[in-house]
């Protein structure tokens, strides 16, 4: 305790700033000084982790250890938020199966002739609840699941909760939302109250560490027919933001779909997505027109 | 049918990206292939001695979505040698241009302000209003100063009415005189007038 409170005095104001560019120029997050108690908390966490005790020694080790990659993981990993559960906004996986998909399946020729799967992304996917989801609802609810095949991946920064998404093990608070049929039917118990999703659907979603801001990682992603990217841009700037959002571009078939947060706007971000109201809500696709 | 796996390992792409130089970037960006335009000025991030060739682009490009990603890349480089460049086309008479061109510049908030004095005291009007959309979406602690003097000191009505309206957002009860002013200097201008009109309730708490 008294290391702890020793680490969180050495934080200055200065070493924030520093501190803030520092993570913005890595990773496109950026965190004013209102995020200032979020921050320091986590760096101390990192710090105590570490085998320094202090923020000077412990931010010189993480630059000139940078390459080697460990810390900067740790770092990612206390700084990036993981809060989810499985349905979550699920007015948008009900878009998703009423419009979103028949639009799909029509607009790549319809089901006799489709070519490829149908490709959906999640990213930021966390500890995996959103692109179990994704599965389940697909599995449970889409009636041309047995015709068409699906591939459903996920990402994230943090390569913590990517270990978490694939033993894909949860408890109550995750789960709350899930019907009890699906519980018994795609969900084993591993003990202490928890549930472990079924191995073929765990084998079925792929799962890749990436940074959406990144555009040389990013080029891994291409033709997805839907991406849901939702509850992350709000963390970013308006420079990382965009080019997020060119990325997500970069990984969507013309006349792809992409979903947002409930809060998050396109619009304020880049011009380059066309705006579809459904009547669940907005929805941003890829131009058809536009390569 | 159902769900299926797949491993990506790799990119079926004719181009591999990352095995690329930075001047067959810059070769790229004149490609035939809009995509790859796009994929080579995204690829240019950082990148400074592209950043002539990228200024040039903004002026060549001729697909809207290509020449937004070619800003993405070119507006990181906050320095005024690109925001001039960039401030030129807030003249320019391709609206999309313009527009895009002062979105841009709103994410350069630390060259900006060293543009303002020439840009609010520009004689192309229609520049001073550009420049106030550009104020209206910058992050700069200055913003609300430079909106307040476009309001008091400029001479064209639509300019006003438009730093009003950037204004509003950050407006409080200690703005009103200035925009009652504002209506007086333009009293034959009906829509600067319902502007000022409509968000004088808001500011004096009589809404």
Known sequence: MARAQAVGAGLTDADFTRFAEYFYKRTGIHFASSKRYFVDKRIEACIRQSPYDNFAGWFAALRVNERSGAMHQELINQLTVNETYFLREDYQFDAMLSTVLPNVLRDRGGVARIDGPVKILSLPCSTGEEPYSIALRVLEEWDRIDDVDVEIHGADIDSDVLAKATHASYGDRSLQRVPKPWLHKYFAPIGAGRYQVDEAIRSAVTLHRVNVCDTPAMRVFRDFDVVFCRNVLIYFDELSSRRAAENLYGAMRPGGYLFLGHSESMSRISPIFTPTRLPEGIVYQRPTGAK | MGLVRKKITGQPEQITWERLSADALRALLGDPDPDVRREAALGLEGVEEAVPDLLTRVILETEPNIRDSVLTTVSAYDTEAVAGALAVHLASDDAALRTAAAEALARMPRSMPALLPSLVAAPDHDVRVMTVMVLADLIHPDTGYWLTRVIRDDPHP??????????????????????????????????????????????????
């Open chain 2, 158 to 207: 639509n300019v006003v009415t438009a730093a009003i309206d950037a204004l509003l957002p950050l407006a409080t009860a200690e703005h009103a005189p200035l925009l009652e002013a504002a209506a007086r200097r333009f009293p034959d201008d009906p829509f600067l007038r319902f502007t000022v009109q409509a968000a004088l309730p808001g500011l004096t708490g009589t809404a």
